[in-house]
T-cell receptor, first 109, second 115 residues
Framework: GQNIDQPTEMTATEGAIVQINCTYQ??????LFWYQQHAGEAPTFLSY????GLEEKGRFSSFLSRSKGYSYLLLKELQMKDSASYLC??????????FGAGTQVVVTP | EPEVTQTPSHQVTQMGQEVILRCVPI?????FYWYRQILGQKVEFLVS????????KSEIFDDQFSVERPDGSNFTLKIRSTKLEDSAMYFC?????????????FGDGTRLSIL
C-alpha cells in the first residue's frame, strides 16, 4: 500500500530553523514534492527532488534519500508568515501525487 | 504570474443533485488534475487528464464522477448524484508537461457542501 508519514505539528521561534521529515513507501517513485498550504488556501509548490541529495532554494532546502525512502524540508530564518501546513507528496505514477497528511508549523515570536 | 482559477469558490447542493465544478488551467499547460481534501484530512488524487483523455484515476473517481474539457480553456469535474461524503474542498491543478520535474499549480479550490 501507499504510506507517506510526516509529523503532525512542529513549533519553532521566529528566526530559528525547523526540519520537517517525511518517510514514504509507494508503489512507484517519480519524484518527491514539498508544498506549503495556508489554512483555507491552495497548496503552493516549494521544491522537488528526484535524485539523492540536497536542493537549496533561498530559505528553503529539501533533501532526498531514495534508498531510505526519506526526505526532509528545512526552513531557515523562520518568519511569522511561514506558519502553515507543509505537505510532502510523492509522484508515484506520472503526475499522480500521493500526499502526506501535512505538518502544521507554528512560528512563535 | 499566471494562475489556475476555479469557480465557484463555494457550492452548496442538496444530496442527490448533480454539481459541476469549473476550472481554467494556466493557458500553456497541457496536463490537468483534480484533487479533493475533506476537512482536516489529506489531499487526495482524483484524476489526471491529457489530450482529451483520462490518464489516471483513483478508486475515489467512480462512475459518479466525470471530467471534460468542453472548450479550449475550461476543465470541469461533474459529480452526477452527490452524496454527503462528497463534501470537501476540490482543487484543480495543471502542469506544463507530464514530465515529473514539472510542478503542478493548484487553484484556490471550490468548497463543496452537500446537505
Amino acid at each position: 500500500g501507499q504510506n507517506i508519514d510526516q509529523p503532525t505539528e512542529m513549533t519553532a521561534t521566529e528566526g530559528a530553523i525547523v526540519q520537517i521529515n517525511c518517510t514514504y513507501q509507494t508503489s512507484g517513485f517519480n519524484g518527491l514534492f514539498w508544498y506549503q498550504q495556508h489554512a483555507g488556501e491552495a497548496p503552493t509548490f516549494l521544491s522537488y527532488n528526484v535524485l539523492d541529495g540536497l536542493e537549496e532554494k533561498g530559505r528553503f532546502s529539501s533533501f532526498l534519500s531514495r534508498s531510505k525512502g526519506y526526505s526532509y524540508l528545512l526552513l531557515k530564518e523562520l518568519q511569522m508568515k511561514d506558519s502553515a501546513s507543509y505537505l510532502c507528496a510523492v509522484d508515484d505514477s506520472w503526475g499522480k501525487l500521493q500526499f502526506g497528511a501535512g505538518t502544521q508549523v507554528v512560528v512563535t515570536p | 504570474e499566471p494562475e489556475v482559477t476555479q469557480t465557484p469558490s463555494h457550492q452548496v447542493t442538496q444530496m442527490g443533485q448533480e454539481v459541476i465544478l469549473r476550472c481554467v488551467p494556466i493557458s500553456n499547460h497541457l496536463y490537468f488534475y483534480w484533487y479533493r481534501q475533506i476537512l482536516g484530512q489529506k489531499v487526495e488524487f482524483l484524476v489526471s487528464f491529457y489530450n482529451n483523455e483520462i490518464s489516471e484515476k483513483s478508486e475515489i473517481f467512480d462512475d459518479q464522477f466525470s471530467v471534460e474539457r468542453p472548450d479550449g480553456s475550461n476543465f470541469t469535474l461533474k459529480i452526477r448524484s452527490t452524496k454527503l461524503e462528497d463534501s470537501a474542498m476540490y482543487f484543480c491543478a495543471s502542469s506544463e508537461t507530464g514530465e515529473t520535474n514539472q510542478p503542478q499549480h493548484f487553484g484556490d479550490g471550490t468548497r463543496l457542501s452537500i446537505l
